[in-house]
């Protein structure tokens, strides 16, 4: 056994539990049955998909550790995570980095403290800053968090036009701007016009973008559950999501437009497009991702008439002394933001993925 990583397989018993429960490393054999876990686990989502080990590891070359506890021959809970080790961010353990799920997805208490265990002893054993657990629900109070992110989600309905009255009026009016403007919507096999959209909104935050690559990996991955929406005014892009497809959601989860999308509300009838298109596909739940409190993003999604609800961010402190921050809205970063707005686009967009896979 590598001194530097725990026992893995050694099995653990719970008290309430008499069959003993092995954590285990995820291999390539055992991705179907891993995926089959968790889509039928309630507590698991599209970022504790197998998958990501695969995307993770050839878009950004970080070391994973996909954990599952085994109890009988068959799996009883996940723990995916990803291992960051930054000279600028630090060393990190997270479940899950570039994703705004995560931690055990478990079907039962003994499953998931087995898995909370050996991800700890695996956070100890690597020497990480911290361990990470990007949740919906909080499960560890005695650890540090982090009360800042939130998530938007709510049900679509099931006819067209009722989920258009369900936006508040003058979001609406936005969204029949952009059907005025003659603005049309088409799936887009590729990432190209995704890529070109996509990064200049990003480089208009003062934010490092992804690699175009990091995006034809998750289309590669993930196949149809991974799709991009295109915007269009007389054939050219003027605004594109990349989304992902869970059960019966439908996540828009990279998106953005060119500056001519703010003149014809762009973005609005987009969302509205993803929306119509998944309520016609019969999905029930529209999941606006994560925001920032405080942020224009944040603002946006309540405008669309969403409840933010907060996401609990909780820290395993290893030898890290208190929480990361690591986001635009520190005031350290500012200066950074203004020169990167002022870079020129194709500078931006060769530099931003040597930042950014290390922000996680």
């Known amino acids: 056994m590598n001194l530097a990583e725990p026992d893995l397989a050694a099995p653990a018993r719970a008290a309430s539990d008499a069959a003993p429960i092995a954590i285990r490393p995820l291999a390539a054999q055992d991705f179907a049955r891993w995926d089959a876990f968790v889509a039928g686990c309630p507590e698991a989502s599209f970022f504790h998909r197998a998958g990501w080990k695969t995307v993770i590891e050839r878009a950004f070359g970080h070391r994973t550790h996909f954990l599952y506890a085994e109890s009988g021959g068959r799996i009883a ?4 995570l990803a291992e960051i080790r930054s000279l600028l961010f630090g060393h990190t ?3 899950l980095p570039f994703c705004v799920y995560g931690g055990p997805a478990a079907e039962s208490e003994p499953a998931r403290q087995a898995l909370d265990q050996a991800a700890r002893a695996l956070a100890q054993a690597r020497g990480v800053d911290h361990l990470e657990y990007r949740g919906i629900a909080p499960r560890h109070p005695d650890w540090a968090s982090k009360d800042l992110y939130v998530t938007f989600r709510k049900p679509i309905l099931p006819e067209v036009e009722k989920n258009m009255l369900e ?5 609406r009016a936005l ?5 005025k403007a003659g603005l049309a919507s088409e799936l887009d096999p590729g990432v190209e016009r995704f890529f070109a959209a996509y990064s200049a909104s990003v480089h208009r935050l003062g934010t490092p973008v992804f690699a175009k690559r990091y995006f034809a990996i998750l289309r590669e991955v993930f196949g149809s559950d991974c799709e991009v929406l295109a915007v269009t005014l007389e054939g050219r892009v003027v605004a ?7 059960r019966d959601e439908v996540l828009p989860y990279y998106g953005g437009g060119v500056e001519e999308a703010r003149e014809v509300a762009g973005n609005d009838f987009m969302y509205w497009e993803l929306m119509r298109r998944a309520c016609e596909r019969g999905l029930k739940v529209f999941d606006y991702g994560r925001s920032k409190r405080g942020t224009g993003s944040f603002d946006f999604k309540k405008n669309w008439g969403f409840e933010p609800q907060p996401l609990a961010y909780e820290y395993f402190l290893v030898r890290g002394r208190s929480v990361p921050d690591h986001n635009p809205l520190n005031p350290k970063y500012q200066r950074f933001i203004r020169l990167w707005q002022r870079l020129p686009l194709p500078v931006a967009n060769a530099l931003g993925p ?5 922000l996680g």
Do not use: W
């Open 77 to 80: 809970g996940v723990l995916p």
């Open 93 to 95: 353990l997270s479940s």
């Open 167 to 171: 936006i508040p009026r003058k979001q």
């Open 175 to 179: 969204v029949r701007t952009g059907i």
């Open 240 to 246: 594109a999501v990349l989304s992902f497809y869970f």
């Open 354 to 358: 040597h930042i950014v896979k290390n």
